[in-house]
Nanobody, 126 residues
Framework: QVQLAESGGESVQAGGSLRLSCAAS????????IGWFRQAPGQEHEGIAC????????LYADSVKGRFSISRANDKNTVYLLMNNLKPEDTAVYYC???????????????????WGQGTQVTVSS
């Protein structure tokens, strides 16, 4: 189990931007695919972005495509999620997770993550 820590969440106005960070203190993140997920109040976790071990391989949910960008900084052992043009519906707790591939985060339509970290709260006001 790779221990990850999310940070960077804040309260922002609609249309604003935030950059979330996902860092590991012990594991080398360049050996894993990293996925970003979010959970809005009363809803299930939603997968929103993933970056493969090859950073050229990225996937985005339709709800964030064109607004969010996932990237790696291997020298900092960190994966970022840059979120632009934020909307109130982006309000959620954001989590990151590690796996062998982006496809391994899913079992059919279900998200397959053994445990979630603390997450970081993003609140977007209109």
């Amino acid at each position: 189990q790779v221990q990850l820590a999310e940070s960077g969440g804040e309260s922002v106005q609609a249309g604003g931007s935030l950059r979330l960070s996902c860092a590991a203190s012990e594991a080398s993140l360049d050996k894993y695919a990293i996925g970003w997920f979010r959970q809005a109040p009363g809803q299930e976790h939603e997968g929103i972005a993933c970056i493969g071990i090859n950073a050229a391989n990225t996937l985005y949910a339709d709800s964030v495509k064109g607004r969010f960008s996932i990237s790696r900084a291997n020298d900092k052992n960190t994966v970022y999620l840059l979120m632009n043009n934020l909307k109130p519906e982006d309000t959620a707790v954001y989590y990151c997770a590690a796996s062998h591939s982006c496809q391994d985060f899913y079992d059919g339509a279900d998200i397959r993550v053994d445990s979630w970290g603390q997450g970081t709260q993003v609140t977007v006001s209109s």
